[in-house]
């Protein structure tokens, strides 16, 4: 039965599967391995345009590797999970310094790196190269699970270590590549989270689930917790010259190396906050429409205040700039902070 499940992905992708992804052509070590990072927590159709112009600025590793990060950072804008982008250009130093310039071509070598877990290791090493390693992302932890019925969460050790014996189980010794990216696009086509369409399952003879009538109670969800939230004040500081202030983030915790705008705590009175934290003053105009933005753990809700700066209100370098016009287009934004800035014309 194993066997037949492999021979029915394979020969399932090479007549329904995706074969025009733009990482599959042409299809080397490094843009698999791009389009690995970039697909993690984010669907196909988001990750084609970045991915495109990602690689044709930097079309391989020893390029991505002498790249600045603020670079890096500015063409990842809008894709979010920021700290992906950071564990790439880490990941590409690191393998120009100690490898060369060329990913490894081997599972422990490429696991060690920065942003790449087991998982997109085996995918780099199946789709790159045909190496029999397994994977077991999103889709196809759901695939395995509703064809194993497997009970539990797979956030779960003792679960995760199951699903995982059972990816090892089912790697054919041929045609790697296909059958690893059947996987992939079943998952994310046929065997979707809501309705999947069984009828069209290319393994849906062997189902588990299927058979015991619920495809869709595999796997378990994770526990529901409640995502707190959070509140902050951004200060929208434009000047007389339609010039807004930014100020970038620390290099840990939220939007790391991020320019966003200077915050205040909700309860804090904006005029003071500036005079005494910026040294300058400035006017409050306006309430701007509050922004919500969804963290993983956490909500956050942000409540924008556009307050006019007079005079030049000269800054110190390095953490805090005045930017105007096409200037923030060359930034790395947050995606809530480039929306602020933009009902405002900035």
């Not at 100690?98 to 081997?106: E, T, V």
């Not at 190269?129 to 509703?146: C, K, Q, S, T």
């Not at 189980?169 to 998952?187: K, W």
């Amino acid at each position: 039965m194993r066997g037949a499940f492999a021979a029915a992905v394979i020969d399932w992708q090479r007549r329904a599967g995706r074969h025009d992804l733009p990482w599959q052509r042409p299809r080397t070590p490094y843009r698999v391995w791009v389009s690995e990072v970039m697909l993690q927590q984010t669907r196909a159709e988001t990750v084609i345009p970045y991915f495109a112009r990602f690689t044709a600025r930097w079309p391989d590793v020893p390029a991505l590797a002498a790249a600045g990060r603020e670079e890096v950072l500015a063409a990842w804008s809008g894709l979010g999970y920021y700290r992906r982008a950071i564990h790439l250009h880490e990941a590409a130093r690191r393998i120009v310094e100690r490898h060369g310039g060329a990913l490894p071509r081997d599972l422990e070598a490429l696991a060690a790196l920065p942003g790449i877990g087991r998982s997109t290791a085996g995918a780099i090493l199946a789709l790159a190269w045909g190496e029999p390693a397994p994977i077991l992302d999103g889709n196809v932890r759901r695939l395995l699970a509703r064809w194993h019925a497997v009970e539990g969460w797979p956030g779960r050790a003792a679960v995760a270590c199951r699903l995982w014996a059972l990816a090892e189980g089912h790697l054919p010794r041929r045609d790697v590549a296909a059958y690893t990216q059947g996987l992939m696009d079943l998952g994310a086509t046929v065997c979707t989270p809501r309705r999947p369409a069984c009828a069209a399952c290319p393994v849906a003879f062997g189902c588990e689930a299927r058979r015991r009538g619920d495809p869709c109670a595999y796997p378990a969800p994770a526990p529901r917790r409640r995502r707190p939230r959070r509140r902050t004040r951004m200060l929208v500081l434009r000047r007389g010259d339609g010039r807004v202030l930014l100020a970038r983030r620390p290099p840990a915790g939220v939007w790391p190396g991020l320019w966003s705008l200077p915050e205040c705590a909700p309860g804090d009175d904006p005029e003071a906050w500036c005079r005494v934290h910026l040294g300058f003053a400035a006017r409050t105009e306006a309430v701007l429409p509050t922004v919500r933005h969804a963290f993983t753990h956490f909500e956050l809700e942000i409540e924008p205040l556009l307050l006019t700066v007079e005079g030049a209100a000269a800054v110190g370098e390095g953490q805090v700039c005045w930017v105007g016009g096409e200037e923030t287009q060359g930034l790395a934004l947050p995606a809530p902070v480039r929306a602020i800035l933009g009902r405002i014309g900035a």
